[in-house]
């Protein structure tokens, strides 16, 4: 099972993080992943200016936003599967 956490810490808050787990959980969703992939919150993964900060099964952390998002979920999620 792979876990992706999403800061929800101030930093992340304001630039969207809520959005990021919405989006991320619609992609798991739309493609049948939820067995293998759970999303879910932190609240801070220490790197405030990486915001919105991810990080794959303890993995480092990574800059999303609603920009890139599918193509970090291609890259960084199903790319390491």
Same mark, same amino acid.
């Given at each position: 099972m792979k #876990? ?6 101030? =930093? ?5 993080? $809520? *959005?990021i787990? *919405?989006?991320?959980q619609k992609l798991?969703?739309?493609?049948n992943?939820?067995?293998e992939?759970i999303?879910?919150?932190?609240f801070?993964?220490?790197?405030? #200016?990486? =915001?919105?900060? #991810?990080?794959?099964?303890?993995g480092?952390?990574?800059s ?7 193509? $970090?979920?291609e890259?960084?999620?199903?790319g390491?599967?």
């Open positions: #876990t992706i956490e999403v800061c929800i810490g101030s =930093a992340c808050h304001l630039k969207g993080a $809520y *959005n787990v *919405n989006g991320l798991v969703d739309e493609r992943l939820k067995d992939i999303v879910k919150a932190a801070c993964l220490g790197e405030c #200016t990486k =915001a919105v900060s #991810t990080r794959i099964d303890n480092p952390v990574i999303v936003d609603d920009k890139n998002i599918e193509e $970090y979920f890259r960084n999620v199903l390491r599967k």
